[in-house]
């Protein structure tokens, strides 16, 4: 919201404590086990919010000590999703920006590891002049001084804790939200914890002990929750929120049940249905709260639960055994079947395993193919073969970053003569020269207006092409008619690029370079002339899909396929 409506809202409803110029601040912290869904909570209460009319913005405080995800195992952290401006971060803040459509930046997202960087590289300049660090107060007001960037922009920020209570990484973090909670007027802040209220089959009884014991130790650190949303496979019932309320010093309306959901679409109505957006405006005192405007979730909801068909939709990955490493990926496919309105089922399967079989009899049964991102020789070769099998098949084909370089991999092997493409970052892998590199390390690239270079040695953290950049498109292209216009601004995270001299041998083949960077320099993307859908971009759209506004080309690929199934 403009600031004008945030001022025109505080006029309507008064806010008792509030100061005008400073954000509401929701403090999320899980207790119990890990993995309760604080980024999903965090993100439908900042839809409701937004419902209601206010402004909001998500945060992410991870204990961790790596500086970012950016250079984890998708198999140990999942998908690491990439900001407009750069910044590698949890996949948690692609579910605020799904949810609220607010565009995530670099200050979102903060580690242990980031906020120790920056105290030890104050330390070395001499900025703290002499004294001892300790993590109080030298940690715990760098927090701080985090957690006020840009509070002035909106009404509520939403910060989630990483880890549950009770770690000793997440420490210095509650610690620092004690102290800023003190710090700040009275009512300015609230604590929203989650808990697991697990079901003993046995004994037929919901247990609340180890909810209690999560508040304990909450309370053992001078912090004590306003909200509860607990957890449950079963319902709750009245007598045992009661006790929760009882024993947790919780006002009954303020335990929150949160129950499995057929979709995380369902989340925004159910968490209002359960009164959790009520329950935090009660917190903060204000009185009368705005009513929701819920249209956009119900027809989500709508568009989700009456789709008119199915497609099926292989991806060829590498990191297919945890299907959080393609985290966005799959949503973009759910909001692409939604424009359509279809249920996309998509099949993750593994590309090692086009290395030792034939690709046809694996994905003759779908409709479409998408073959993702990754980094590292594995599987690659299963991922040609895919693209192959597309491109002679007649199959609508999707390559985003890798899945791109491999399409044009394979068209430079099978259609242009160059037997031996491949890519740089294969022959960098293993120290030898087998390819012809037709993919090379990227050394320099432009970046708003100056020139960015890399070596191929270089530190593997925050040295990709991260961010946004606007790409051209031909005016008669494939992709110029799906999205509808002829520049374009995507998300990009890669290290190697299609190399530009390659260009007129693979276009006189039929793979035309359709978008490219600004000064011409840098392939954006490639599609097959003559094929009924066939795109490859370098960059990743996934990241900005959302359900309520699916992303062009997800929405176009659904189509195709869904053209594709009225014809088997």
Same mark, same amino acid.
């Given at each position: 919201?403009?600031?004008?409506?945030?001022?025109?809202?505080?006029?309507?409803?008064?806010?008792?404590?509030?100061?005008?110029?400073?954000?509401?601040?929701?403090?999320?912290?899980?207790?119990?086990?890990?993995?309760?869904?604080?980024?999903?909570?965090?993100?439908?209460?900042?839809?409701?919010?937004?419902?209601?009319?206010?402004?909001?913005? !998500?945060?992410?405080?991870?204990?961790?000590?790596?500086? =970012?995800?950016?250079?984890?195992?998708?198999?140990?952290?999942?998908?690491?999703?990439?900001?407009?401006?750069?910044?590698?971060?949890? !996949? =948690?803040?692609?579910?605020? +920006?799904?949810?609220?459509?607010?565009?995530?930046?670099?200050?979102?997202?903060?580690?242990?590891?980031?906020?120790?960087?920056?105290?030890?590289?104050?330390?070395?300049?001499?900025? &703290?002049?002499?004294?001892?660090?300790?993590?109080?107060?030298?940690?715990?007001?760098?927090?701080?001084?985090?957690?006020?960037?840009? %509070? %002035?922009?909106?009404?509520?920020?939403?910060?989630?804790?990483? @880890?549950?209570? @009770?770690?000793? +990484?997440?420490?210095?973090?509650?610690?620092?939200?004690?102290?800023?909670?003190?710090?700040?007027?009275?009512? $300015?802040?609230?604590?929203?914890?989650?808990?697991?209220?697990?079901?003993?089959?046995?004994?037929?009884?919901?247990?609340?002990?180890?909810?209690?014991?999560?508040?304990?130790? !909450?309370?053992?650190?001078?912090?004590?929750?306003?909200?509860?949303?607990?957890?449950?496979?079963?319902?709750?019932?009245?007598? /045992?929120?009661?006790?929760?309320?009882?024993?947790?010093?919780?006002? #009954? /309306?303020?335990?929150?049940?949160?129950?499995?959901?057929?979709?995380?679409?369902? *989340?925004?109505?159910? &968490?209002?249905?359960?009164?959790?957006? $009520? *329950?935090?405006?009660?917190?903060?005192?204000?009185?009368?709260?705005?009513?929701?405007?819920?249209?956009?979730?119900?027809?989500?909801?709508?568009?989700?639960?009456?789709?008119?068909?199915?497609?099926?939709?292989?991806?060829?990955?590498?990191?297919?055994?945890?299907?959080?490493?393609?985290?966005?990926?799959?949503?973009?496919?759910?909001?692409?079947?939604?424009?359509?309105?279809?249920?996309?089922?998509?099949?993750?399967?593994?590309? %090692?395993?086009?290395?030792?079989?034939?690709?046809?009899?694996?994905?003759?049964?779908?409709?479409?193919?998408?073959?993702? @991102?990754?980094?590292?020789?594995?599987?690659?070769?299963?991922?040609?073969?895919?693209?192959?099998?597309?491109?002679?098949?007649?199959?609508?084909?999707? @390559?985003?970053?890798?899945?791109?370089?491999?399409?044009?991999?394979?068209?430079?092997?099978?259609?242009?003569?160059?037997?031996?493409?491949?890519?740089?970052?294969?022959?960098?892998?293993?120290? /030898?020269?087998?390819?012809?590199?037709?993919?090379?390390?990227?050394? /320099?690239?432009?970046?708003?207006?100056?020139?960015?270079?890399?070596?191929?040695?270089?530190?593997?953290?925050?040295?990709?092409?991260?961010?946004? &950049?606007?790409?051209?498109?031909?005016?008669?292209? #494939?992709?110029?008619?799906?999205?509808?216009?002829?520049?374009?601004?995507?998300?990009?995270?890669?290290?190697?690029?299609?190399?530009? #001299?390659?260009?007129?041998?693979?276009?006189?083949?039929?793979?035309?370079?359709?978008?490219?960077?600004?000064?011409?320099?840098?392939?954006?993307?490639?599609?097959? #002339?003559?094929?009924?859908?066939?795109?490859?971009?370098?960059?990743?759209?996934?990241?900005?899909?959302?359900?309520? *506004?699916?992303?062009?080309?997800?929405?176009?690929?659904?189509?195709?396929?869904?053209?594709?199934?009225?014809?088997?």
């Amino acid at each position: 919201m403009l600031r004008a409506g945030r001022l025109a809202v505080r006029e309507k409803h008064f806010l008792t404590g509030a100061v005008a110029d400073m954000a509401r601040y929701i403090f999320i912290t899980g207790g119990v086990v890990s993995s309760l869904g604080k980024g999903l909570a965090s993100a439908a209460l900042g839809a409701l919010l937004q419902a209601r009319g206010y402004s909001v913005r !998500l945060r992410k405080l991870d204990p961790y000590l790596n500086v =970012d995800p950016g250079t984890m195992s998708p198999f140990e952290h999942g998908e690491v999703f990439v900001t407009d401006d750069g910044a590698e971060t949890d !996949l =948690d803040l692609g579910h605020y +920006e799904r949810f609220t459509g607010v565009h995530a930046r670099k200050t979102d997202s903060i580690s242990s590891g980031r906020i120790y960087s920056n105290v030890l590289e104050k330390e070395r300049r001499g900025d &703290y002049l002499g004294k001892t660090i300790q993590v109080i107060p030298h940690v715990t007001n760098e927090i701080k001084d985090f957690l006020r960037i840009g %509070e %002035e922009e909106v009404d509520f920020m939403l910060c989630e804790i990483g @880890g549950t209570v @009770g770690d000793i +990484e997440g420490l210095p973090f509650f610690e620092a939200i004690r102290q800023f909670i003190h710090e700040r007027p009275r009512g $300015q802040s609230i604590l929203m914890h989650l808990t697991l209220l697990p079901y003993l089959a046995a004994s037929g009884e919901l247990k609340t002990k180890p909810t209690q014991h999560s508040v304990k130790e !909450l309370q053992s650190i001078g912090l004590a929750p306003d909200v509860l949303v607990c957890r449950s496979e079963h319902p709750i019932p009245d007598r /045992e929120r009661e006790k929760i309320a009882l024993f947790c010093n919780v006002r #009954k /309306e303020a335990v929150i049940p949160a129950y499995d959901l057929s979709t995380i679409y369902e *989340a925004p109505l159910a &968490y209002h249905r359960a009164g959790l957006d $009520q *329950a935090v405006l009660d917190a903060f005192g204000i009185s009368p709260a705005p009513k929701p405007n819920l249209d956009r979730w119900t027809d989500v909801m709508d568009r989700l639960t009456h789709a008119e068909g199915e497609v099926r939709v292989a991806i060829v990955g590498k990191y297919t055994q945890l299907e959080d490493a393609y985290k966005s990926i799959a949503e973009a496919l759910t909001h692409g079947g939604m424009a359509n309105r279809v249920r996309v089922k998509a099949e993750w399967i593994d590309a %090692e395993i086009f290395e030792r079989e034939d690709p046809a009899p694996w994905l003759e049964a779908f409709h479409a193919i998408l073959v993702p @991102g990754g980094f590292g020789e594995r599987g690659t070769e299963g991922k040609i073969k895919a693209a192959q099998f597309a491109r002679e098949k007649g199959v609508p084909y999707l @390559g985003i970053c890798l899945g791109m370089q491999m399409a044009v991999i394979e068209a430079a092997r099978n259609m242009a003569g160059v037997t031996r493409a491949g890519s740089e970052e294969f022959d960098h892998e293993k120290g /030898e020269k087998r390819f012809e590199p037709v993919v090379y390390h990227l050394k /320099e690239w432009v970046q708003g207006n100056h020139t960015v270079s890399r070596k191929a040695d270089d530190d593997k953290g925050g040295t990709m092409r991260l961010g946004a &950049y606007t790409a051209m498109l031909a005016a008669d292209s #494939k992709v110029a008619e799906v999205y509808g216009d002829t520049t374009i601004e995507e998300r990009h995270r890669h290290r190697y690029e299609v190399d530009i #001299k390659y260009r007129d041998r693979l276009e006189k083949c039929g793979l035309i370079f359709s978008g490219m960077s600004p000064d011409g320099r840098l392939p954006e993307i490639v599609e097959w #002339k003559d094929h009924p859908w066939f795109i490859g971009v370098q960059f990743h759209p996934e990241l900005k899909s959302k359900p309520f *506004a699916p992303h062009p080309l997800f929405a176009d690929f659904v189509r195709a396929a869904k053209e594709v199934e009225r014809l088997v």
